[in-house]
């Protein structure tokens, strides 16, 4: 694979992964709930972007995406578990502490990074994404095998994600530590984000089986 396509590549992933949304919900709430809850649930968003690309790969994503059973199935998984993670947030909405943060168990840090996985593996847009744009960049001819190829550009793409919504983690306790009712209300706003896309999905599907 040349080094161009792999540029092209990550001109558009980089694009896309700076475009807002339950990836940036999630990772916002983990930064103002702890500093330490930052890189688990970077790593559990990475390893779902990671494991739809292996779908594409393997050919799953095609499968999924020419049966429309499986899609909705898809869809609607994902679009319950972001509504019920929306209304947690909304619910309880996280806050920024000034005293020095506790150490998190191991427990909660995996939990972290399977709520992650979860939030970006579920996501059928994600999935419907990578097996639109993956193809583009692939070339047959190339030494590389086709399924190599996209994994290798799948791990350009879950490297965009890991700088970005790092950064987007760790900056949101740096800028809302001292605003602790504007830290709520951003929180309060992630779970809204996250519920307005579940509702999104939801709709999709109400308006494909009518």
Not at 28 to 33: D, E, T
Not at 141 to 169: D, R
């Amino acid at each position: 694979m040349s080094f161009a396509a792999l540029t092209a590549f990550w001109a558009v992933s980089f694009l896309l992964v700076i475009t807002p949304g339950a990836d940036w919900a999630y990772v916002i709430s983990a930064g103002l709930r702890g500093r330490r809850l930052v890189l688990p649930a970077v790593i559990g968003l990475v390893c779902g972007a990671l494991l739809a690309t292996l779908a594409v790969a393997a050919g799953v994503g095609s499968l999924v995406a020419q049966n429309p059973v499986l899609l909705t199935a898809l869809t609607a998984t994902g679009a319950l578990y972001l509504m019920w993670l929306g209304i947690g947030l909304w619910r309880k909405p996280a806050t920024v502490s000034s005293a020095p943060e506790q150490t998190q168990s191991a427990g909660a840090l995996w939990h972290w990074t399977v709520k992650g996985a979860s939030v970006s593996g579920l996501n059928p847009k994600q999935l419907l994404l990578l097996l639109a744009l993956l193809p583009q960049f692939v070339r047959p001819s190339e030494p590389w095998p086709v399924f190599a190829q996209i994994m290798a550009l799948g791990a350009v793409h879950a490297a965009s994600c890991c700088f970005v919504y790092f950064g987007v983690g760790w900056g949101s306790q740096s800028v809302l530590r001292s605003r602790p009712a504007a830290a709520q209300a951003v929180s309060r706003l992630s779970g809204a984000m996250m519920m307005l896309i579940a509702l999104l999905l939801l709709g999709d599907i109400a308006v494909q089986l009518a």
